[in-house]
C-alpha cells in the first residue's frame, strides 16, 4: 500500500513539473489585442557609423578638457593647490567621457596625452606645488589636445 502512495505521489508531482514548466499554452485573451506583424511596425533608424560618433566624442571631450585646464592655469599661477587639484581632477574626469574613442583612434597618442595628465593629477595632490613642472604639463596636455583635434 505505501508503494502505490509514493508511485502515485511521484506521478503527480511529475505531472505537475511538466505541467509548470511549458505544456499547453493558454488560449489567447480576446481582450488582448494581438501584436502587430512585424512589416507594419516602422523601422528603427539606422545608427550613426561609429567613426562618426568618435569623431564628435572626442572634439566634445576636448573642448571640456581645455574649458577645465583654462582655471587650473590660473589657480597654479595664483599657487592654490586646493583649486589646481580640484580643476586637475575635473580635467582627467572630462578625460574618462572619451579616452576610449582616443584610444581606437590612435593608441600612441592616447598614451602620449596619458603622460601630462597623470603627471597633473598627481602634482596637484603634491605636498609642495610646483607651479613651473604643472605649468609645463598643461603645455604639453594643451599640445597633444591639439593634435588629436587634427
Known amino acids: 500500500m505505501k508503494l502505490r502512495a509514493l508511485v502515485a505521489a511521484l506521478y503527480i508531482t511529475t505531472a505537475l513539473t511538466v505541467a509548470a514548466c511549458g505544456g499547453v499554452k493558454p488560449a489567447a485573451d480576446p481582450k488582448t489585442p494581438a501584436p502587430a506583424p512585424a512589416a507594419t511596425q516602422p523601422a528603427a533608424p539606422a545608427p550613426a557609423p561609429a567613426a562618426n560618433n568618435d569623431a564628435a566624442a572626442i572634439k566634445a571631450g576636448v573642448a571640456k578638457m581645455r574649458q577645465q585646464m583654462a582655471p587650473l592655469k590660473e589657480a597654479l599661477n595664483a ?3 586646493a583649486k589646481a587639484q580640484k580643476y586637475a581632477d575635473d580635467t582627467d574626469g572630462a578625460w574618462d567621457t572619451f579616452e576610449d574613442a582616443v584610444k581606437a583612434k ?3 597618442l592616447y598614451e602620449k596625452i596619458e603622460d601630462p595628465l597623470h ?4 602634482g596637484a595632490k603634491a605636498a609642495t606645488l610646483d607651479k613651473k613642472l ?3 604639463q598643461v603645455a604639453k596636455l594643451d599640445a597633444l589636445l591639439g593634435e588629436l583635434t587634427k
Open 79 to 81: 599657487g592654490d593647490a
Open 106 to 108: 590612435d593608441k600612441d
Open 119 to 122: 603627471a597633473l593629477t598627481a
Open 134 to 136: 604643472m605649468l609645463d
